[in-house]
């Protein structure tokens, strides 16, 4: 369990979240995805997205959104009494960081430099040392163990996914002891939402692979609200999801069944954003800060979505379908 940080006072996040408050207003609307989506070519995406406070070079969309979330975070970062308190938000660019550099170890030809996220807490030179010296103690404990199996049985089997399901199990975990250790209620209901979304979709992955239940062992993330025999029940039988998930936080979501895996990770994420929404004008405690970090998030993945369907001159209709809903 990490150790637990140190509690900051409420009324120590008023400066941070009267900064964030000015931000908000820069965030992206519904109104402002439609547009986006109704472009008619690349052109007049970029013209959009650069009114909306993005700077795009040489037309390369994705690295000036990736920038400008970098650039929020650092502004986040700065601004907060306590950076520790939202070091869990980093953990999944770590991870995404650490599981390309070791598939580009196996892989001649790969540029780890071309892959790198910024965001995360280890640098690029930090992450290849890691790799390297077969010494990952520089990552969040539990990731780190899971590195050095994932060496050992990729090398052995040559299957990805022996390096990805238990980086990103361990993951999510590293997530919840950081979230814990700060003693803040809102960072730990956070990653228990995710875990347990994670989950969700896994155990329906797993039921409709038609694979037992040994299959969703390996990809189980403990910590969760949901319990491990909730889960296994709808493994069993997907058709009575929505009696299983009776009397939970997912209770509305699936009434009608869980359709596809594209639209349930998007009621998931719907239903994240719409908790995450409501800390939006909160003044005291840490809330908001994360609030807008999620949302930036949010947002950066609507604009992927959406520039990813303008280039392949998808219609606006079915764009739309996959952009999850606005923090604003």
Known sequence: MKKKIKTI???EYVYAAARIHVHDMTLLNRDSFVRMANCQDIDSLIRLISEAGYEVKGKDIFSSLEEKLYEDYKLCFEIVPDKKVFEFLKYPYD????????KCTFTPGFD????????????EEEIMNC???????????????????????YA?????????????????????????ASGEKVMVEY??????????????????????????EEIYIEGGDLSKETLDQIIGDVGT????????????????????????????????????SEYRHSVFGPSSILGYLVAREYETKN????????????????ILEKVRIAYV
Do not use: W
């Open 9 to 11: 006072p409420e009324t």
């Open 112 to 123: 780890y430099s071309s892959l790198h996220y910024k965001l995360g807490t280890l640098s």
């Open 156 to 180: 052995e089997t040559l299957d990805p996914q022996k390096i990805d399901l238990p980086i990103d199990s361990s993951c999510y975990i590293d997530m919840l002891n950081c979230a814990s």
């Open 303 to 318: 604009i992927r979505i959406i520039s990813a369907g303008v280039m392949a001159n998808k219609p606006a209709e079915e």
């Open 241 to 276: 999801i929505a009696a299983q998930l009776k009397n939970t936080k997912f209770e509305q979501l699936f009434f009608s069944g869980f359709g596809s895996f594209s639209s349930a990770e998007k009621k998931l994420e719907d239903y994240r954003m719409e908790k995450i």
């Open 191 to 216: 990653v228990k939402d995710l875990i347990d979304s994670v989950n969700l979709v896994n155990a329906v992955r797993t039921a409709e692979m038609v694979r037992d239940n040994s299959f969703f």
């Open 95 to 102: 991870c995404n960081n650490i599981k390309s550099a070791i």
């Open 131 to 153: 790799v390297k010296n077969s010494d990952f103690s520089l990552l969040p404990a539990n990731m780190a163990n899971a590195c050095k199996d994932a060496l050992k049985n």
